[in-house]
């Protein structure tokens, strides 16, 4: 950068110390300046070239860079809706986290409990790692909520691969299954009764089809966290409830089935 200055001041000094009105042909001097100087005109393709690789390095670097970036998704204190990269959509429940590398965004990582439409692609799996468990998917509508002490995957439509961290034996869930994997377990154990009220947190919405009274009351206690407890547990409830008031729900069930439900804050 120096030695370029000090040939613009020199061609600058020339014309102005010989520079007559007139007189001077102020290209042509610079023209006979350069060449005593020695100083040669470069090809413009070399500049093109130098360009060139400078470009690909750039390039080089900020794709290396994509595997260390990380685009992390959360939600706070309401339900939280994403679009991905690859069209899949997802939902965070509450404080739940997702994050993923933009150059592979079907790899992702989570924590809380997240519900999943993944867009079909039978070239690309999706992989949903978690603190203790692994799923894959080619494209379906699931669920995966995890807590300190196991994970948890529904599946409303399709069907996933559910299996312990760094384990390849793991279960097949189709629609309507759930399976727990406790924490240290090697594989995860599928749910005699799936709740149906799985995805209630994101549809607001509950749905009893000949349920057993202890099995509504478990749904209920889950999404209000409170603890609810009834008697008589020979009864059963067929009903779709809004989740609005705990109290009205309650009492439409205490009316409709003539028991008591005694409700207390969840330990």
């Given at each position: ?9 020199k ?13 001077l042909?102020?290209?042509?001097a610079i ?51 994403y ?23 079907r ?5 809380g ?17 978690g ?42 869930l189709?629609k ?12 995860p ?37 409170v603890?609810l407890?009834?008697k ?8 779709d ?27």
């Open positions: 950068m120096k030695e370029v200055k000090e040939i613009n001041h061609n600058l000094g020339f014309v102005l110390h010989y520079y007559k009105h007139g007189a042909d102020t290209k042509r023209s006979q300046f350069k060449a005593k100087a020695g100083i040669r005109k470069r090809p413009i393709w070399k500049y093109v070239g130098i360009a060139a690789c400078f470009l690909l390095v750039i390039n080089g670097l900020l794709l290396g860079k994509q595997w260390l970036f990380t685009t992390q998704l959360t939600a706070f204190d309401k339900p939280k809706s679009l991905l990269q690859d069209g899949s959509r997802i939902v965070l429940s509450p404080h739940s986290t997702l994050s993923y590398r933009p150059i592979n965004p790899n992702v990582k989570m924590s409990k997240v519900y999943f439409e993944v867009k079909h692609n039978p070239e690309k799996p999706f992989d949903i790692e603190e203790m468990s692994h799923v894959m998917v080619l494209g379906t509508k699931f669920q995966v909520a995890e807590s300190s002490s196991f994970s948890k995957v529904y599946v409303s439509q399709g069907r996933v691969l559910f299996a312990a961290l760094n384990r390849e034996d793991g279960v097949i189709t309507g299954m759930s399976a727990t994997l406790k924490k240290e377990s090697a594989k154990i599928i749910d005699n009764r799936p709740s149906q009220n799985s995805l209630a947190w994101m549809s607001h919405k509950f749905h009893f089809d000949n349920t057993p009274l202890p099995s509504v009351l478990k749904d209920l206690s889950a999404y209000y966290q603890s407890s009834c008589e547990t020979g009864k059963y409830l067929s009903a409830l809004q989740a609005d008031s705990l109290d009205d729900i309650i009492a439409l069930i205490e009316q409709t089935l003539n028991v008591n439900i005694e409700k207390q804050p969840s330990r």
